[in-house]
């Protein structure tokens, strides 16, 4: 007697979308060499207020002062990784071919968001403060 036996990955087509890993390397490749640029604009502003008003930002340039503005850092860091929660899911639409082209426009509001963010603390809260 013959019995066929059924392998259950037979039952359904295969999926259309990327397995998870790839589409996370695809968004890892995409969004971490851009860190570098998003990190360089943002300490260049940051060197450029310095620069500008150093009198109002001597008092500040102690390590009381270096804390905070490391903790800065590390918050635009993170806030940077907001991007893969879009990133991600729009791979996985049948948006992803269109998406992939043109998510440079997110990494660009994003970039714009952080360059204003960093503008307005420095000018609000340290310069204001002195």
Request: proline share 8%; aromatic share 14%; with cysteine.
């Amino acid at each position: 007697m013959h019995s066929e036996q059924t392998n259950p990955a037979n039952l359904f087509p295969p999926s259309s979308t990327p397995p998870i890993r790839e589409t996370l390397a695809d968004a890892a490749w995409f969004w971490e060499p851009r860190r570098i640029l998003y990190n360089l604009v943002l300490a260049s502003v940051t060197v450029a207020w310095f620069a500008h008003a150093w009198p109002n930002f001597r008092a500040e340039f102690t390590l009381q002062g270096i804390i905070p503005l490391s903790v800065l850092a590390l918050i635009a860091n993170l806030l940077y990784c907001s991007a893969y929660f879009i990133d991600v899911p729009m791979q996985l639409t049948p948006c992803s071919a269109i998406w992939k082209r043109r998510r440079w426009i997110l990494w660009l509001a994003g970039m714009l968001l952080a360059f204003v963010m960093t503008n307005y603390w420095i000018a609000d809260e340290v310069l204001s403060g002195n």
